[in-house]
């Protein structure tokens, strides 16, 4: 069965304290692997797509990168602002599969 | 520009009633989407529209879920004979690309069913 796995599920942080999240997928037939960013009350806000095994895109802060088993949300020096519910989402054919998000809280 | 909006945004319904989820997607947007957020759980996928296609409908949770979308713009979400456990937080998201990426997801309707 299609399953998406987030760890950890949340991650406090110190601002500039840089660390990454993970996300493990078992997915027949990958054909995209999504990160996505939620506010408390609001719908998910696209951050990335990644397509292939050795695939990075980099946002501001945010790195994502992708290998045949998981991917990885890198965050570079982090701001309070940066503070939300990361949620990553496997797409194997006409469905999406997101996993549990992991919670991130950056103090300042 | 507008995003994708939602109404109602918040409805509060009894146990057995049934009930209409709006969805407006981003104009020029092919591609619909929608999803349920249960309290501490991730999204779950529901339904997908593609332009003038008829939907693959297997992600649904029962028969009492039924989606609709008229002229390729506005969906409509039916839930009969609500349950409790249909208590969540419905998501709408459009995308202009004929497949799952970059999608643009609206407020949400969160469901209380008594």
């Known amino acids: 069965e299609d399953q998406v796995t987030q760890s950890p599920e949340a991650l406090r942080l110190q601002e500039g304290e840089s660390s990454s999240l993970n996300c493990s997928y078992t997915?027949?037939?990958?054909?995209?692997l999504f990160w996505y960013r939620q506010d408390p009350g609001k719908g998910p806000e696209f951050l990335f797509t990644?397509?292939?095994a050795g695939e990075e895109k980099e946002k501001e802060r945010l790195k994502a990168t992708l290998t045949k088993k998981e991917s990885f949300l890198h965050i570079t020096a982090p701001k309070p602002e940066d503070s939300a519910t990361y949620l990553c989402?496997?797409?194997?054919?006409?469905?999406?599969?997101f996993g549990a998000g992991t919670r991130l809280t950056v103090k300042p | 520009g507008a995003g994708v909006s939602q109404s109602p945004s918040n409805k509060v319904t009894e146990k057995g009633k049934d009930v209409e989820l709006r969805c407006d997607p981003i104009s020029g947007h092919t591609a619909l989407y929608w999803y349920r957020q249960s309290l501490g759980q991730g999204l779950e996928f529901l339904i997908y529209?593609?332009?003038?296609?008829?939907?693959?409908k297997s992600g649904l949770p029962s028969d009492r879920f039924s989606a609709e979308r008229t002229g390729g713009s506005v969906s409509t979400l039916t839930i009969q004979r609500t349950q409790q456990e249909d208590s969540a937080v419905y998501l709408c998201?459009?995308?202009?690309?004929?497949?799952?990426?970059?999608?643009?997801f609206g407020p949400g309707t969160r469901l209380t069913v008594l």
């Open positions: 990644l397509y292939s």
């Open positions: 529209f593609q332009g003038n296609s008829a939907p693959d």
């Open positions: 998201a459009s995308s202009l690309a004929r497949h799952f990426d970059e999608q643009f």
């Open positions: 989402a496997a797409w194997p054919n006409n469905d999406m599969r």
């Open positions: 997915v027949s037939g990958l054909r995209g």
